[in-house]
């Protein structure tokens, strides 16, 4: 069984920063990618930033500039950066990763429970 615990959530006010923590455990043979995708009330679930096994990484162009991802292999662990945060950027984020299982080597995507962060003053 493969899990996604997600942490780092929380209240700030705009222009201020946050760091988001996703942790990946259980039986996993491989991580190919990781990512964070955010849902904002009465809207769709949208890919905030996604990195590859590679390093390779992209972003919305809402986030640009101010978001960075990045990963620990070893802690099998992805981060997510925020800076100069903006109201608009509240939301639940969810952690979102393609991984191999080790018993199965079936290759699926896992999502986390999900982080709040709200944007306020």
């Known amino acids: 069984q493969v899990q996604l615990v997600e942490s780092g959530g929380g209240l700030v006010q705009p222009g201020g920063s946050l760091r988001l923590s996703c942790v990946a455990s259980?039986?996993?043979?491989?991580?190919?990618?990781m990512g964070w995708y955010r849902q904002a009330p009465g809207k769709q679930r949208e890919l905030v930033a996604h990195?590859?096994?590679?390093?390779?990484?992209h972003y919305a162009d809402s986030v640009k500039g101010r978001f960075t991802i990045s990963t620990d292999s070893a802690k099998k662990t992805v981060y997510l950066q925020m800076n100069s945060l903006k109201p608009e950027d509240t939301a639940v984020y969810y952690c979102n990763a393609n991984i191999q299982a080790m018993l199965t080597m079936s290759r699926l995507n896992y999502w986390g429970q999900g982080t709040q962060v709200t944007v306020s003053s």
């Open positions: 259980g039986s996993i043979f491989r991580i190919y990618a």
């Open positions: 990195i590859t096994s590679g390093d390779s990484t």
